[in-house]
Nanobody
């Protein structure tokens, strides 16, 4: 069974940066597209970014384009989310999630997260001065 474990969250000041990591075990990472989904207090989960398994195609929600970057290291079974120029609106629990092979059409074009089939436990990101 695929397991996903996030790390790297914490408290950061506005304008700061964080790098989240998602360590995958239980199966080979290159079988899955991996994405990041966040949930702000009182709000529904929203997809942020996704990276395909083989060709490495990436997708981003409009509100993170130019600030966040997703990458994967299949040899290390890890996917990263580099976040910069953070604002208080980026506060929330960040989850990594998996779906088979490719970021699905809904994942790639909307912020819906219902195509993901496996989820991590989440890591808290708080942006505050």
């Amino acid at each position: 069974q695929l397991q996903l474990v996030e790390s790297g969250g914490g408290l950061v000041q506005p304008g700061g940066s964080l790098r989240l990591s998602c360590r995958v075990s239980g199966d080979t990472l290159d079988t899955y597209a991996i994405g990041w989904v966040r949930q702000a207090p009182g709000k529904e989960r929203e997809g942020i970014s996704c990276v395909d398994s083989h060709n490495g195609s990436t997708y981003y929600a409009d509100f993170v384009k130019g600030r966040f970057s997703i990458s994967r290291d299949n040899g290390m079974n890890t996917v990263y989310l580099q976040m910069s120029n953070l604002t208080p609106e980026d506060t929330g629990v960040y989850y990594c999630a998996a779906q088979f092979l490719l970021c699905g059409p809904t994942t790639a074009t909307t912020t819906r997260a219902d195509e993901y089939t496996e989820w991590g436990q989440g890591t808290q990101v708080t942006v505050s001065s």
